[in-house]
């Protein structure tokens, strides 16, 4: 046999790599619509809702829908005339001319028209006329004070005012002397013995081995079983697959 051959060779099947489907993967054919419905079953027919064309090949659809009403009161030859009636008030009628009485009249207040009376003066508003005439009144004069240098028909007393000191010219600008507060006191420090100098600085630790030690508790002597019998324990593993040959390492001739 060639190597060729061996290579066409088929394998064996394994019995446990043909499963079958489970119940579930069958199902039964549907028997609601018309696509894929169960020929065992009556099928009634079935419509459609399609759509309305927008145009026909043969006459294109112009007619008025529903919401086109037509008045029926409106003829051919116009509105029809039957009477119409409204639920409006009722109107205000026209009102007679009201003649006034005798006791509308005061001829008491009116002076006979050949008789001589005094002049009457009414306290009315300043016309348009009279406001153009721009004439003070007598408040608007007053007289001049009598206090301070301005008075002009009088003697007035020496009066002095309180400005403030000039910042240039006279005896501000030509001597500007330090005062005492000026000069700094010189530290005795610079001529004298100085005192040592202590800073706050953080401690210094002498150098050494930095690493971590456990402590008592980090140990735990009864986890050990070298030196002593222990209890059988067992794992939870994982399942193995059943295509996997088991290890066999002694093979009888």
């Keep these: 046999m060639t190597s060729t051959e061996e290579q066409t060779t088929p394998k064996p099947k394994i019995a446990a790599a043909e499963r079958g489907p489970g ?58 005339g039957t009477p119409h ?9 026209f009102e007679p001319f009201r003649t006034p009485g005798p006791g509308s ?24 006329f009279r406001k153009r005439d721009s004439t ?25 005012s309180f400005p403030g000191r000039p910042t240039t010219g006279g005896f501000v600008t030509y001597n500007k002397t330090p005062g ?6 010189i530290d005795p420090e610079l001529t004298a013995r100085k005192a040592p100098v202590f800073s706050l600085y953080a401690r210094n630790y002498m150098p050494g081995d930095a690493t971590k030690k456990p402590g ?15 209890a059988p324990s067992h794992t939870i593993g994982i399942r193995h697959s059943e295509y996997t040959c088991p290890l066999i390492i002694d093979v009888s001739d």
């Design 23 to 80: 119940p579930a993967r069958y199902a039964l054919p549907t028997v609601c619509g018309s696509t894929g419905h169960d020929m065992r079953r009556y099928q009634y027919p079935a419509y459609s809702f399609g759509l309305k064309l927008g145009s026909s090949i043969f006459k294109k659809d112009v007619s008025p829908g529903p919401a086109h009403f037509i008045d029926p009161t409106v003829t051919r030859s116009g509105k029809d």
């Design 85 to 93: 009636y409204s639920l409006y008030s009722r109107s205000k009628g």
């Design 105 to 128: 009249y005061a001829p008491e207040k009116s002076h006979p028209p050949n008789e001589k009376y005094a002049p009457s003066y009414s306290m009315s508003a300043r016309t348009r």
């Design 136 to 160: 003070p009144s007598p408040n608007t004069y007053s007289l001049p004070t009598m206090l301070g240098s301005t008075v002009p028909h009088s003697n007035s007393a020496a009066s002095y």
């Design 180 to 185: 005492a507060n000026a000069y700094k006191v």
């Design 216 to 230: 008592p508790g980090a140990h735990s002597p009864e986890k050990v079983t070298i030196n002593k019998k222990a």
